[in-house]
Nanobody, 115 residues
Framework: QVRLVESGGGLVQPGGSLRLSCAAS????????MGWFRQAPGNARELVAR???????TYADSVKGRFAIDIDPPKNTLYLQMNSLKPEDTAVYYC?????????WGQGTQVTVSS
């Protein structure tokens, strides 16, 4: 079983940056895609970035050019560098495998972008 623990969230002003981390306890070697998801109040969870085992990355249009996903396989850790943050980026951020998410999901990390 894989346990996912997200961290690095916080309160940041518009235009600021944050770097999220996701530590996986358990072996994620052999994954096809790992991703960062977010869920804002009243909204469905959405995939914002994913990285393939090859290292190729894909981003939602809303974050393209501002967010960067990276992974350190020996450390079983996934990262999300978020720059030029906007109020609409406010959400709880989660990491997980895509598709076929590991269960249960982690607790997520809250990102609040506000002046």
């Amino acid at each position: 079983q894989v346990r996912l623990v997200e961290s690095g969230g916080g309160l940041v002003q518009p235009g600021g940056s944050l770097r999220l981390s996701c530590a996986a306890s358990g072996n994620i070697v052999g994954f096809k895609f790992m991703g960062w998801f977010r869920q804002a109040p009243g909204n469905a969870r959405e995939l914002v970035a994913r990285i393939a085992s090859s290292g190729s990355t894909t981003y939602a249009d809303s974050v393209k050019g501002r967010f960067a996903i990276d992974i350190d396989p020996p450390k079983n850790t996934l990262y999300l560098q978020m720059n030029s943050l906007k109020p609409e980026d406010t959400a709880v951020y989660y990491c997980n495998r895509w598709p076929n998410a590991y269960e249960p999901w982690g607790q997520g990390t809250q990102v609040t972008v506000s002046s």
